[in-house]
C-alpha cells in the first residue's frame, strides 16, 4: 500500500519500505519491552515513530531530489540507499541477530471448515484488513485523501487550487511509512522475532504486490498481495517448493505482459 | 694529565662502544601476524558470526599474552561476509592481497568456503571453517580444513534416533534450500533403507522464508512417523511452531544449527519436545558448565556455544601447527600438521583428524527442549 500511495502522487518508487517494516517490528518489540504486553500501545507508538520516519525520508532523501527536478528513477536509488542506511542503523541499535518476540495474544486455536485458525491469526487477519478499509476510506472520503487524489490527478493544477503540494507529499510518505511499520509489527507478533534483515524481501514483494495489483491503486496493492500470497502457497504445494519464487515472478511476468498497469491499475499517458 | 685524560676518553669510549653492543643484541619486537576472520556478522547468520568473532578473539587474547605465535603477536582482521558466497570470495580476495596475513578463519557455510577456497589457495592461505560440514570440502582442496563434523558422520543420528528411540519407519524431510540443506537430505536419503526408514515427503524452502504451513500441510498429509527438519535455527523454530499451530504432534528432529537460544525464543512453548544431537556436551553437563564459567569470567562473554568452541579451538591449532613448523613460511608442512593433528586438547573435547584429515570424533549428544531449555535427552526426560 505504501508503495501504491507514494507512486500514485509522486510516480516514484520508494524502496525504503522493507526496512520501514523492518524497524517496525524492531521498535514494537522496544516498546513491548518498556509498557508491557500491550499491542495497541506497541501500534501507536510504531505509527508515530516510523511515520516520522517516513517524513525524514521524504525530507531528507526524495525531497532534494524532486526539487531539482531529478528524474523519478533517481529516486528510486536515493530511496534504495536510505533503505540500506535504515537497516544498517538498526544493527547499530538492536544488534543484527534474531530477536524473539512475547507472545502477546491467548494461544486459542479455531478449526473453521477443517482449517485449523490460531486467535493470533484472527487478530492479525482482522487488523490487516482494518487498515487497508480504514486508509481506502480515507482517501476516498477524507479531506487529505482528496487533497492526495488532486495532486495525484494533476500535480500543478492541484497546488493552483489551493491544496498544498509538499504537505500532501509529507502527509503520503507518513502514512505510508506508519502502514509499512504497522505490517512489521504484525509480523513480529505473528512469527514471533524481529531481525534486520527480515525487510528486503518482504519490501520485494511488497513491490511485486503492487506491481500485479496496479501501481497507485490502494485496494489494487491489497489484492496483489493476496494474489502473490497464493501463488506462492498454491504453487509451491501443486508444482514445487523448489521453484515457488520462479513460479512468483512467472506470475508478475504474465500480469506485466496481459495489462502491464496491473489488474486494477490505470494506464498513464505521458504528454510529450 | 695528558696520559690520565686520554685513559679517561679511551675507557668512555670503550664504554659506548660496549653498550652499543649490548644495545644491538636487544631483540627488536617481532612483526605482528595476522589471522583472517571471514565471518557472517551482519546478516541472517548473525549470532553465528558473533559466535565465530568471539571465539577467535579469545584465543588470540590468550595466545598474546604468552608471547604470540613464534614470538610474533597476533592480530585479527575481521571482514563480514553477511554469509554470502560473493562476499566471502572478495573478503579472501582483501585477505589475500594483505602482507602479513599467515591463515583464514571462516567463512560458514559450504557455499561461502567453496567460493573463498580457490582465492585463498593460489595466495597459500590455509581456510579452517568453524561451521561447514562438507567432507568433499577437505578432500578436494589441500590447504581447506573443517572442524565440525562431516555430514558422513552426522547424517546418521537423526534416521538412527528415528528408528531406534521412537520406532518410525515412515520420515518427512524438510530442508534449507542450500548446499547444506541438500547434501544433509541426500545423505540422509542414502541411509535410510539401512534405518529401515521411508521418507514418504522431501520438501524444501529458501533461506529467509517464514510462511511454511503449505510445505507442513504436504509432508503432514503423508502421514509421517517423525519430521526431520535440516534447517537453520529461525526457521527450525518457525517450522516447529507451526506444525504445532496447525494441530499437529509428530515428533520432531533438528540438526545441531538450531541448538540457539534464538529458537527456544521464536519456538515458544511449541518447541518442547524436540530433540537435536550435539558433538559437544550439553549444556547441563558437569565440564560444559564448568567451562561456561571459566569462559564468561575470563573472556567477559555472555554465553558458550558451539562456534565460541571451534573458533577458538581453530585458533590455537594454528598456533600448535605453525610452532611445530618453526616458521609461517612452509605452508604446505603446516597444512600436513594440522591434516596429521592427533589428540589434541581443545577448549572442551580432543582433536583428531583421520587419513583423509577429517575431524575423526563420532561422539554425538542426544538433547532436547525441556522448560525452555536444550538439556540432555537422558536427564530432560
Not at chain 1, 524532486?66 to 528513477?73: I, S, T
Not at chain 2, 533403507?193 to 515427503?201: I, N, T
Request: proline fraction near 4%; charged fraction near 15%; aromatic fraction near 10%.
Amino acid at each position: 500500500m505504501g508503495f501504491s500511495l507514494v507512486f500514485s502522487v509522486l510516480r516514484i518508487i520508494n524502496f525504503s519500505y522493507g526496512s520501514i517494516f523492518m524497524l517496525g517490528a524492531f521498535v514494537g518489540l522496544t516498546v513491548l519491552g518498556l509498557v508491557g504486553k500491550s499491542f495497541l500501545a506497541a501500534f501507536l507508538a510504531v505509527v508515530v515513530v516510523l511515520g516520522f520516519v517516513g517524513v525524514l525520508v521524504e525530507r531528507l532523501v526524495v525531497r532534494p531530489l524532486r526539487e531539482k527536478g531529478a528524474p523519478p528513477f533517481l529516486a528510486l536509488v536515493s530511496t534504495l540507499g536510505a533503505s540500506i542506511f535504515l537497516q544498517a542503523a538498526a544493527e547499530v541499535i538492536w544488534g543484527a541477530e534474531v530477536r524473539g518476540y512475547p507472545i502477546l495474544f491467548p494461544q486459542q486455536f479455531y478449526t473453521v471448515a477443517g482449517a485449523r485458525i490460531s486467535f493470533t491469526e484472527v487478530v492479525t487477519l482482522l487488523f490487516a484488513i482494518g487498515l487497508m478499509v480504514g486508509l481506502q476510506a480515507y482517501v476516498k472520503w477524507g479531506k487529505m485523501g482528496k487533497a492526495m487524489r488532486a495532486v495525484a490527478q494533476d500535480t500543478q493544477a492541484a497546488a493552483l487550487m489551493g491544496v498544498n503540494v509538499n504537505q500532501v507529499i509529507t502527509f503520503v510518505f507518513a502514512v505510508g511509512s506508519a502502514m509499512g511499520a504497522a505490517g512489521g509489527l504484525l509480523t513480529g507478533t505473528y512469527y514471533g522475532y524481529a531481525q534486520p534483515a527480515m525487510g528486503f524481501m518482504v519490501g520485494l514483494k511488497g513491490f511485486i504486490a503492487a506491481i500485479v495489483g496496479g501501481m497507485g491503486s490502494v485496494a489494487g496493492a491489497g489484492l496483489g498481495g493476496f494474489l502473490i500470497g497464493m501463488t506462492e502457497a498454491l504453487g509451491g504445494a501443486y508444482i514445487s517448493f523448489d521453484y515457488k519464487e520462479v513460479i512468483l515472478f512467472s506470475v508478475l511476468l504474465l500480469v506485466l505482459l496481459i495489462r502491464p498497469s496491473g489488474i486494477l491499475g490505470h494506464s498513464i499517458r505521458e504528454k510529450v | 694529565m695528558r696520559s690520565s685524560t686520554g685513559k679517561i676518553i679511551a675507557m668512555a669510549l670503550i664504554a659506548v662502544f660496549a653498550f652499543s653492543l649490548v644495545l644491538s643484541g636487544c631483540a627488536k619486537p617481532k612483526e605482528e601476524v595476522i589471522l583472517g576472520l571471514i565471518a557472517p556478522l551482519t546478516g541472517s547468520k548473525a549470532d553465528q558470526g558473533r559466535q565465530f568473532k568471539e571465539g577467535a578473539e579469545a584465543a588470540v587474547k590468550v595466545i598474546n599474552e604468552e608471547g604470540g605465535i613464534l614470538g610474533h603477536p597476533v592480530r585479527l582482521e575481521i571482514i563480514d561476509d553477511e554469509g554470502r558466497p560473493e562476499n566471502a570470495a572478495n573478503a579472501a580476495s582483501r585477505l589475500a592481497a594483505m602482507d602479513g596475513v599467515i591463515a583464514v578463519v571462516g567463512p560458514s557455510s559450504t557455499a561461502s568456503v567453496s567460493a573463498a577456497a580457490p582465492i585463498l589457495q593460489d595466495a597459500g592461505l590455509i581456510l579452517w571453517s568453524p561451521a561447514a560440514s562438507t567432507g568433499s570440502l577437505v578432500t578436494e582442496n589441500q590447504l581447506v580444513y573443517i572442524i565440525a563434523n562431516p555430514i558422513s558422520v552426522y547424517a546418521k543420528y537423526m534416521p538412527a534416533y528415528a528408528q531406534e528411540t521412537l520406532g518410525a519407519t515412515k520420515v518427512a524431510i524438510i530442508n534449507v534450500s542450500d548446499d547444506w540443506g541438500r547434501n544433509v537430505t541426500n545423505a540422509q536419503l542414502e541411509i535410510l533403507d539401512d534405518y529401515g526408514l521411508e521418507a514418504v515427503e522431501v520438501t524444501s524452502y529458501t533461506q529467509g522464508d517464514r510462511e511454511f504451513r503449505s510445505q507442513i500441510t504436504a509432508m503432514m498429509a503423508e502421514n509421517p512417523d517423525v519430521l526431520f527438519l535440516n534447517c537453520h535455527y529461525t526457521e527450525g523454530a518457525l517450522i516447529t511452531k507451526q506444525t504445532r499451530d496447525l494441530g499437529y504432534d509428530v515428533p520432531i528432529l533438528v540438526q545441531a544449527t538450531c541448538v540457539y537460544p534464538q529458537f527456544l525464543e521464536i519456538a515458544g512453548e511449541q518447541g518442547e519436545g524436540v530433540v537435536s544431537f550435539d558433538s559437544y556436551p550439553p549444556s547441563d553437563s558437569a565440564i560444559r558448565q564448568e567451562k561456561t564459567a571459566w569462559w564468561k569470567e575470563t573472556f567477559g562473554y555472555a554465553d558458550f556455544e558451539t562456534y565460541h568452541i571451534n573458533s577458538y579451538d581453530i585458533v590455537m591449532m594454528y598456533k600448535y601447527a605453525f610452532e611445530e613448523v618453526g616458521n609461517f613460511d612452509d605452508v604446505e608442512a603446516v597444512a600436513e600438521v594440522i591434516g596429521n593433528i592427533s589428540g589434541f586438547q581443545g577448549i572442551l573435547v580432543e582433536r583428531t583428524h583421520d587419513e583423509n584429515r577429517l575431524p575423526a570424533s563420532d561422539v554425538f549428544y542426544p538433547i532436547v527442549v525441556r522448560d525452555g531449555a536444550w538439556v540432555s535427552l537422558e536427564t530432560g526426560q
